[in-house]
C-alpha cells in the first residue's frame, strides 16, 4: 500500500507560477514511479507530468511541456513546478503511484486526493 497526499494548490492570476508537492508513504515506496494527473470538470483525467523510480527520467504532456517541471528529490517527494499558468491548467491535480514508468491512467494503482489549483484570466 501506498499513501499518496497532495499540497500546494491555490488561486492564481494567468502567468504566475505555482508548485505542487506530493507526499508518499507506505511499503516500498521508493520502488514505483510516481505521476501527476489532472481532471477538471467534465472532462477526462488528463496526464500531466511522471518521473521514474530514480527521478532522472521524465516524461510530460505536450500541453505543459517547457511550462511544467517534475522532480522527486527523494523517494518520498515528488515536486510539480508549474509555470507561465493558464486558465486552461485550471483542474484538481492529483498525484498518483505506478510499478510502470507511463503516461496511462490505468497503470497507476495508488491516488492522493487531489488539491486545486485555479487560474484566473
Known amino acids: 500500500q501506498v499513501q499518496l497526499v497532495e499540497s500546494g494548490g491555490g488561486l492564481v492570476q494567468a502567468g504566475a507560477s505555482l508548485r505542487l508537492a506530493c507526499a508518499a508513504s507506505?511499503?516500498?515506496?521508493?520502488?514505483?514511479?510516481l505521476g501527476w494527473f489532472r481532471q477538471s470538470p467534465g472532462k477526462e483525467r488528463e496526464f500531466v507530468a511522471g518521473?521514474?523510480?530514480?527521478?532522472?527520467?521524465t516524461i510530460y504532456s505536450d500541453s505543459v511541456k517547457g511550462r511544467f517541471t517534475i522532480s522527486r528529490p527523494s523517494a518520498t517527494t515528488v515536486y510539480l513546478q508549474m509555470s507561465s499558468l493558464k486558465p486552461e491548467d485550471t483542474a484538481v491535480y492529483y498525484c498518483?503511484?505506478?510499478?510502470?514508468?507511463?503516461?496511462?491512467?490505468?497503470?497507476?494503482?495508488?491516488w492522493g486526493q487531489g488539491t486545486q489549483v485555479t487560474v484566473s484570466s
Open positions: 498518483a503511484a505506478t510499478w510502470r514508468y507511463s503516461s496511462s491512467a490505468t497503470e497507476y494503482a495508488y
Open positions: 507506505g511499503r516500498s515506496v521508493d520502488l514505483y514511479s
Open positions: 518521473t521514474n523510480r530514480s527521478g532522472r527520467g
